[in-house]
């Protein structure tokens, strides 16, 4: 058909932002750019936009770098009075700009540009876009919930009976929802914390039981890959972190330990649309470095972290679930 390269775009809504794709394709089908952008409000910024321009034109071998190829392969610069004001997220409704002939209008523009406007009269808004699913794995999350705690290890073995309750806290945000800037979109922090109620241990086979308290945090980086375009959307979260889980046994026995442990840690997390945009469900693993204990303990050690679960999108952006996460440990220390 004798062209050089065909673009390709589509466009997203999520909550209040817009992520636009855009793709080159050479002649043979090649994949030559992709390019996504989170966006604000419905209209492509125009420096944004320039650069784009810019990388499509260095991607074309046969396009001489910053000028426009046209439809006879010759080269013409864009005219001054129509990159004024007909470029990509510019003001088309300032009284000053000029719309241009049809034949110099780009195809894209045809039925879409709007005249000046009348003295007097407001400029009518244009059309919001439909409200879409926020992706598989959301730009802002916020979670509160119930969470029921069991441990066990240290000998002379003492442990939880039976579950209990607790609270577990969860944030994540990417900065993506609040910068423009498209390295920004992917790039994340997230914090967890989880208290234990009222708890008790005691040695195996013995009545006698000791209050105790139990509590853990995390805080993360994290980087997100997405992939919304083959099924089941996958989307692959690596995340790097800091964490605490402390155990405090209120007793001088000398046989019931309380344990403290802080860890870098590392973890890859991996989410699927089961039901797109009903159904998500992720599961996790990840290494970690116990880098200090408590009092009671004075050793270090190594560990892993298992989690997975499973949410239930209700209506907008409220969403239930359940989970569950395990923490491994083990550790050199001669009480033990």
């Not at 989690?307 to 679930?321: D, S, W, Y």
Request: glycine fraction near 10%; charge should be neutral.
């Amino acid at each position: 058909m004798g062209f050089e390269g065909l673009i390709t775009g589509s466009a997203k809504r999520r909550k209040r932002r817009y992520r636009l794709t855009v793709r080159l394709f050479d002649s043979d089908g090649k994949l030559l750019l992709k390019k996504a952008y989170s966006i604000k409000r419905p209209r492509f910024p125009a420096g944004t936009a320039d650069r784009l321009a810019a990388l499509i034109l260095n991607k074309l071998a046969s396009a001489p770098a910053g000028e426009f190829p046209v439809a006879d392969n010759k080269v013409e610069p864009p005219q001054e009075e129509l990159q004024d004001h007909w470029k990509f997220g510019a003001d088309s409704s300032s009284p000053t700009a000029e719309p241009p002939q049809e034949g110099r209008r780009p195809p894209w523009a045809l039925d879409t540009a709007s005249s000046p406007p009348t003295a007097g009269k407001k400029k009518a808004a244009p059309p919001a876009a439909p409200e879409t699913d926020a992706g598989t794995v959301p730009g802002i999350m916020l979670s509160a919930g119930m969470s029921l705690n069991l441990r066990e290890g240290l000998e002379p073995k003492h442990e939880m009976k039976r579950p209990i309750p607790g609270i577990r806290l969860d944030a994540r945000f990417f900065l993506g929802s609040f910068f423009d800037a498209p390295v920004f979109e992917d790039i994340g922090i997230a914090a967890m914390y989880n208290l234990c109620m009222a708890s008790s241990y005691g040695i195996e086979h013995q009545e006698t039981k000791y209050d105790s308290s139990q509590s853990s945090w995390k805080a993360e980086a994290l980087y997100r890959l997405t992939f919304d375009d083959v099924p089941l959307s996958p989307a692959f979260l690596v995340r790097l972190g800091y964490g605490s889980s402390r155990n405090t046994i209120q007793t001088d026995e000398p046989n019931l330990l309380s344990a403290s442990y802080n860890y870098p840690y590392g973890a890859l997390d991996i989410y699927i649309m089961l039901a797109r945009p009903i159904v998500r469900f992720f599961v996790s693993g990840g290494y970690l470095r116990v880098v200090s204990t408590g009092e009671d303990l004075l050793g270090k050690g190594m560990g892993f972290n298992l989690m997975t679960g499973i949410e239930f999108k209700l209506f907008g952006g409220l969403l239930v679930g359940a989970g569950y996460d395990l923490i491994k440990l083990f550790i050199n220390d001669e009480n033990l």
